[in-house]
Structures are given as C-alpha cells and as structure tokens.
C-alpha cells in the first residue's frame, strides 16, 4: 500500500496514451507530471490526471483509458506519475498493494 511515484521516463519524452485497471472499491487517481521522480510529491501539481471510477465490487474491476492521440502531450523534463485514492492534487491516500494496473504509452 503506498502512493507510487513512479518514473515512466527520466528524461524529456511524449505520452501518446494511458490506461488504468483497478479492483478497488474507491475511484484511484493517476497524476501525471513533468519532473522528475525526486522531485515530485503532494506538493506538486500534475499536468494531466486520469481517474478510475470505484467499483461496486472488487471483482467487478474497472478502468479509464486517455488517448493524446498522434501528437501525444510534450513532457519537456520527464515523464512520472503518482497514484492516490484522493481526488486532491495533493492527496496522500495510498492505494491498495495489487490493486490498479497502468499501462503509459511513450516516447
């Protein structure tokens, strides 16, 4: 269980696309930022946030997917993303451990 800051890509990239899965019973937030991993926390605000909308059960998963198309979004510095259970820009609710799956389409 953790809020997971996670580098997609250390240096400057684009995001075409992303696709969250989750099984949790509450909606999980992916917060995508130009930064670096050391550099991100609840402090930071993301440039793009994809949501996963909760569940009526767990079994049941569900999912969102964001498509930035052929030109994708610039990231200038890098490309890294934290995962919450709260809404907030600067929410530290941490997701379940083996609960949401994301799959980040880039270059």
């Known amino acids: 269980n953790s809020v997971n800051e996670t580098a997609v890509k250390a240096s400057a990239g684009q995001l075409y696309g992303i696709s969250v899965f989750s099984l949790n019973d509450a909606p999980v937030y992916v917060k995508m930022y130009n930064d670096t991993t ?12 994809v949501m996963s909308p909760a569940n009526a059960t767990a079994a049941l998963g ?19 993303m934290r995962i919450t259970k709260g809404i907030a820009d600067n929410s530290t609710t941490a997701v379940d451990a083996a609960e949401v799956i994301v799959n980040v389409c880039y270059k």
Do not use: H, K, Y
């Open 38 to 49: 050391g550099n991100i926390d609840e402090n930071d605000t993301p440039i793009l946030r």
């Open 62 to 80: 569900a999912g969102a997917v964001w498509d930035g198309g052929t030109a994708g979004m610039q990231f200038s510095t890098a490309i890294t």
